[in-house]
C-alpha cells in the first residue's frame, strides 16, 4: 500500500516523530538546503503473531512468591525464589562480630545466638491480600553461581542444588500478605507498597551442618563459623561458597495472591559486652542485588500455547509467557527507495479491551528487539539504544504503544541483508514485556536507562494484529529524503 503525499502534508508526519530519535538534523538540511532534496512519505502493511516464551532469564531486582489464577486463560502461575546473603565488606575495618570474648551469649563455653529468624518484606501484591498462603523455607545445598545464565524455567530443587538429609532445614510457614495488624483506618491511610506484611520464619531449632555437628540454632552455626575462621567472611563469595549456600522459598499452598518480594534477611540476635555494660546486638545479612537470587516460574504451558495459536490478536503476556513477533516489510519500504534515505519509520500496537476486569493490567513498558538477539540482549546485560532496540511505554489514554522512529533498525536490517549477513528472522522484531531500572544526572530533565530486564510481575495485554486480525491493519509509515542535486 503507497501512497506519496506533497511536502507540506510529509512536513506535518513529521511533526509525530521523535525529536530525540535520529531527525535531530532534518530542520537544519530543510532550513538550509530544502532544494537539495524531496521529502516522500509512504505506508505499509506489518504482520504480526504470538510466539511462547519458552522461559525468560532471572535476573531481576525482585523476586516473586505466590500463586494465581489467570482471569484471562483460567490457569494457574506459581512463582518460586531463591536467595543469597550478602556479606558487606568493612571500609574502616569492623568486623563481622565483635570480639569473641566480648560475646556474652554462652552456653557450654560455647558462643551463641539467642535467636535467629528469616524475614521476607514483600513491596506489592496482586490478588486478595487476605488469602492465607504457605510458604517452605528450604536450604541451600550448594549455590547459584554468578556467571550462570538461570532462566524462569530453572528449578533448584529438580537440578539437586537442595540439601535432602534428615538435617536439612525445611520450615514450612502460613501467612498474608496484609498486616491484620492495623487497625482499618490506619490501614486506610497507608498505600498497599507499605502495610505489606514482612513473614517471619523462625530458625531456633537445633541445627546440624552436612557434618552432622549441632549447634543451638541456625545463627549459632554463623556465629561459630566466624570465629572459627573468619576468612570465610571476608566477602560474599567465601560465606556463600563456604558457610550458608542460600535458601529456596517455595510456594507449597494457597490460591489468589502474587507477590512481589523486595528483601530476604537472615538476622541473628546476641548479647556483648562494651566497657562495664551489656548490649543486646544483632546482625544482620540480605539478599540484595549484590548477590544471586532467582525467580523459578511455573505456568500451563498447554493452555499458553493455546492462546498464543488465537490467530484475531496478538499477545503479551508476563511472566515468562507469551511475546509478540513484528515482521517488518523492509524489502517493501526500500524497493525503488535504494538510493534514498529513510529519516522517519512510526508504528503503534493497540492493546484490546480486557476480557476481564479482574485482568493483569498492560506492562508499563515493552522492549522492542530483534529476534535474534532475543536471549543475547538480557544474558550481554544491554540497555536499549534506540538503533536496534527500542523502549515503548504503554499510553493509557490512547491504549498504545508507540514506536516512534525505528528507521535505524530498517536501514540495518535491509543492509545486513545486501551484505549477504542475514538468518531467516532478519526482518523480524519481537515485543517483549520488560521492567526498567532509571537515573537522571544532576540538573538534567531526562532520565536515562541503566537496566532493562524480563518482567517478572503478572502483566497481560492483547494486541491488534495476528494473520485473522478483523480490525484495521498495522501499519509503519516512513519518510524519505531523496537527493535532487
Request: glycine residues 6%; charged residues 20%; proline residues 3%.
Amino acid at each position: 500500500m503507497k501512497a506519496k503525499f506533497l511536502f507540506g502534508i510529509a512536513m506535518s508526519t513529521l511533526a509525530f516523530l521523535s525529536c530525540d530519535d535520529t531527525t535531530d538534523t532534518l530542520g537544519n538540511s530543510l532550513t538550509n538546503e530544502a532544494d537539495h532534496f524531496e521529502i516522500l512519505t509512504d505506508t505499509f502493511f506489518v504482520s504480526t503473531r504470538s510466539i511462547l516464551a519458552d522461559s525468560v532469564l532471572s535476573r531481576n531486582q525482585y523476586s516473586y512468591l505466590g500463586r494465581i489464577k489467570d482471569p484471562e486463560t483460567g490457569t494457574y502461575v506459581t512463582s518460586h525464589y531463591t536467595t543469597q546473603f550478602a556479606i558487606l565488606e568493612s571500609l574502616d575495618g569492623t568486623p563481622f562480630l565483635p570480639e569473641k570474648d566480648s560475646i556474652m551469649s554462652t552456653e557450654d563455653g560455647n558462643v551463641i545466638a539467642d535467636s535467629c529468624r528469616l524475614q521476607i518484606y514483600f513491596y506489592s501484591s496482586i490478588g486478595d491480600s487476605l488469602n492465607s498462603m504457605k510458604l517452605t523455607a528450604l536450604e541451600m545445598e550448594r549455590p547459584a553461581e554468578e556467571g550462570t545464565m538461570y532462566y524462569s524455567n530453572f528449578d533448584p530443587e529438580a537440578a539437586g542444588m537442595l540439601r535432602t538429609d534428615a538435617n536439612a532445614i525445611r520450615k514450612n510457614k502460613m501467612y498474608t500478605t496484609l498486616d491484620l495488624n492495623l487497625s482499618d483506618s490506619l490501614r486506610n491511610l497507608i498505600t498497599d507498597k507499605t502495610n505489606m506484611e514482612s513473614v517471619t520464619i523462625p530458625l531456633n531449632e537445633t541445627y546440624r551442618d552436612k557434618s552432622g555437628k549441632a549447634y543451638k540454632n541456625y545463627g549459632t552455626y554463623i556465629m561459630q563459623k566466624y570465629y572459627e575462621d573468619p576468612e570465610n567472611f571476608r566477602n560474599s563469595y567465601n560465606f556463600i561458597h563456604n558457610v550458608c549456600p542460600g535458601f529456596y522459598i517455595k510456594t507449597t499452598d494457597g490460591l489468589g495472591v502474587m507477590s512481589e518480594v523486595y528483601l530476604t534477611e537472615l538476622v541473628f540476635h546476641y548479647k556483648y559486652m562494651s566497657g562495664d555494660s551489656i548490649y543486646q546486638g544483632s546482625t544482620l545479612l540480605s539478599g540484595t542485588e549484590e548477590v544471586m537470587q532467582t525467580t523459578h516460574i511455573d505456568n500451563d504451558r498447554q493452555r499458553l500455547r493455546e492462546l498464543a495459536s488465537d490467530n484475531t490478536c496478538t499477545h503479551i503476556k508476563a511472566p515468562a509467557g507469551i511475546f509478540t513477533e513484528v515482521t517488518l516489510p523492509v524489502d517493501e519500504i526500500k524497493y525503488n527507495h535504494e538510493n534514498d534515505t529513510i529519516s522517519g519509520a512510526r508504528i503503534v500496537f493497540s492493546c484490546m479491551n480486557q476480557t476481564s476486569d479482574d485482568a493483569f493490567g498492560e506492562p508499563e513498558y515493552v522492549l522492542m528487539l530483534p529476534k535474534d538477539s532475543l536471549y543475547s540482549f538480557f544474558e550481554n546485560k544491554n540497555v536499549p539504544n534506540n538503533s536496534t532496540s527500542y523502549i515503548g511505554t504503554y499510553n493509557s489514554s490512547q491504549n498504545t504503544y508507540t514506536f516512534n522512529n525505528i528507521s535505524n533498525l530498517i536501514s540495518r536490517m535491509y543492509q545486513a541483508k545486501q551484505n549477504n549477513g542475514t538468518t531467516e528472522n532478519w526482518n523480524k522484531v519481537v515485543l517483549v514485556p520488560v521492567s526498567i531500572s532509571t537515573t537522571s544526572s544532576s540538573g538534567s530533565t531526562s532520565a536515562s536507562i541503566t537496566n532493562v530486564s524480563n518482567e517478572m510481575s503478572l502483566k497481560s495485554a492483547r494486541l491488534v494484529g495476528g494473520s485473522a486480525n478483523p480490525h484495521d491493519p498495522i501499519t509503519i509509515s516512513v519518510i524519505y529524503n531523496r537527493t535532487t542535486k
